[in-house]
């Protein structure tokens, strides 16, 4: 496929020729994924629930994301329901060429990319998931979230994605002590967070990644 990519810890990628951006860090997908949606978001605030969690993602890309997000819903046994948004989505075929499958010793990513658009679907005791084809600007949530994936493409190629107004949408749909996390620490992200209600700590970054932002909603 000649969008596909390998990572430097084996795990595939793709490369979006619409935005001249690839969806992941070239230094591992997978272990970009784990580490800042994973282990700094989603794990920590599923560990001390006593309720069902809601997490919203920007972006379900190649939706290794929401892969990792399920295995770790059923190995915790906690329920979390799970929405992505997607303007611009992979197409099944391409999905099925991608190595996650092998790398997390699951069958999830066929599920993920073949099932219907706007629709739940339940795809564990644990793990609902929804899908939405649509543009993040013009997306409106029925819920509110306890944790955000923000994982849009660089702020140099989607400016428009990471102002102080895009946020405070994100912040009108989360609850309070909501955990959003990123990859992306440039100044004018911290600053739009800030400005649209975040309180903002910067954490170590995956591979040579120096910081990455995990944001709390006040
Ligand atoms: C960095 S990639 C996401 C990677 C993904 N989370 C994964 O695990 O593979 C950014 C994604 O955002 C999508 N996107 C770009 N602009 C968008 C917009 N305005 N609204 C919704 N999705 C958008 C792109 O098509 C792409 O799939």
Redesign the pocket.
Known sequence: MERLIITEDGSH?LY?H??N?Q??SLQGALTE?VHIYIELGLRPVLTSATNEIRVF??????????LLAWKLADELKKKVHYTS??????LPEEASLLNYGSLTDTNYLSKIHQIAWGETHHFSPYFTFRKEK????DFEPEHKHHVV?Y???DPRA?PE?WTEEIFTKIARYSEPEAVLVTYSSKGIVKRALAAAGFRVERHPGPGRKVHILKAIKL
């Open positions: 990628s979006s619409l935005f951006q969806y992941h994924s993602e920007m972006g379900l890309g190649t939706g290794l994301n929401a948004v997607e303007a611009f989505p992979v649509v543009l993040l600007q994936f994982d849009a493409f989607q994605l």
